[in-house]
């Protein structure tokens, strides 16, 4: 039995509590989460990958270098690419080892639920945005030698 999004505004922190294997943690609203409720609820997979993706979300710097990889857009946190989008809008490339692995051995994600995830929460973070495409794919063959150019430029 899911839980419809609009009466996620309205619960209280035991209904929260209560049904939280029924709510929907994508697309919760993540204001509504308390630090009391992360520290007690951390563990929870889906709840874990929500909170460590949203703080990974508010540290992205978007970084385009047109001459060099036309096309292209780069996200990185601090000096570590971790997404990489085409301007085409039909690829999203994600570390594997920042990202990936985490979601998988950490939060115990599956391929599919990894795929939709990160779709859901970058089209969600920037909706409207040039940068996500509707859906994605993960390959990372390029890592370091993008993360060096730009680590340079820098």
């Known amino acids: 039995m ?46 874990k990958a929500r909170i460590w993706f949203e703080e990974i979300l508010s540290s992205l710097e978007t970084k385009i270098d047109e001459k060099k990889f036309g096309n292209r857009i780069f996200f990185f946190r601090g000096n570590e690419l971790l997404f990489e989008c085409g301007i085409n809008h039909t690829t999203i490339y994600c570390s594997h080892e920042k990202i990936w692995l985490f979601l998988s051995k950490e939060c115990f994600f599956s391929t599919v639920e990894i795929t939709v995830f990160l779709i859901f929460m970058l089209n969600n973070k920037y909706k409207g945005s040039k940068y996500f495409p509707a859906w994605a794919k993960w390959n990372f063959e390029f890592k370091n030698k993008i993360e060096q150019h730009f680590n340079k430029l820098n």
């Open 2 to 47: 899911k839980i419809s999004k609009e009466l996620y505004d309205t619960m209280t922190a035991e209904q929260l509590e209560e049904n939280i294997e029924f709510i929907d943690w994508n697309e919760f609203p993540i204001e509504l989460i308390t630090d009391e409720f992360k520290n007690k609820f951390s563990n929870f997979p889906k709840i």
